[in-house]
């Protein structure tokens, strides 16, 4: 049995009920035993075998509580499979055209590319105007970011199940 752990840093829950649907689509693999978890909750990494990381985005940058997971524990995250994700942009199309190429933060690159993530996606995010502050609300209105649910939870369920396809064979070819 393949223990992963799937974890994030969220502002106002959209990225954990992304990851939630991560997690929901590997316990679907009976060979995972799947625990989704806030950044915030998780000390030792030790005990998972593979881990899914993702974060809200906000002007380019992961929240510090992913950002710190990710530096904090890249030297264990390099000895294990890692898939890295961010949830962000708001309004249709694909999510690095509406950013400008943007996939990862840059302040980042590096760390992920010591750890080697399997893969790094980036989906679309939701706005909530009823959970942001004045000055939240000012600011998405100045930058004229569309207000609603975006997400594509076909596309996360997509990159789900190829990531348990890809635990699957590693545990065929461990075996």
């Not at 909750?41 to 990381?53: K, Q, T």
């Not at 000012?138 to 348990?164: H, Q």
Request: net charge negative; no cysteine; proline share 4%.
């Amino acid at each position: 049995m393949i223990t992963v752990l799937v974890t994030y840093a969220t502002k106002n829950h959209s990225t954990a009920e992304i990851a939630d649907v991560i997690g929901a689509v590997l316990e679907l693999n009976q060979n995972l035993n799947v625990d989704v978890r806030s950044v915030d909750s998780v000390e030792h990494i030790a005990l998972y075998d593979a881990v899914v990381l993702g974060s809200a985005v906000y002007a380019g940058q992961w929240q510090s509580p992913a950002a710190d997971f990710l530096k904090q524990h890249a030297v264990e995250l390099a000895d294990r499979p890692v898939w890295l994700f961010s949830s962000g942009p708001t309004g249709d199309g694909n999510p690095q055209t509406l950013m400008k190429g943007w996939n990862f933060p840059l302040g980042l690159k590096i760390i992920a590319e010591q750890i080697k993530p399997r893969d790094i996606a980036f989906f679309h995010g939701k706005l909530d105007a009823s959970k942001m502050n004045f000055f939240e609300r000012s600011a998405v209105k100045l930058v004229g970011a569309p207000v609603g649910d975006f997400r594509d939870w076909d596309m996360i369920r997509t990159w789900a199940t190829r990531i348990s396809d890809a635990l699957r064979q590693a545990q065929v070819e461990y075996i």
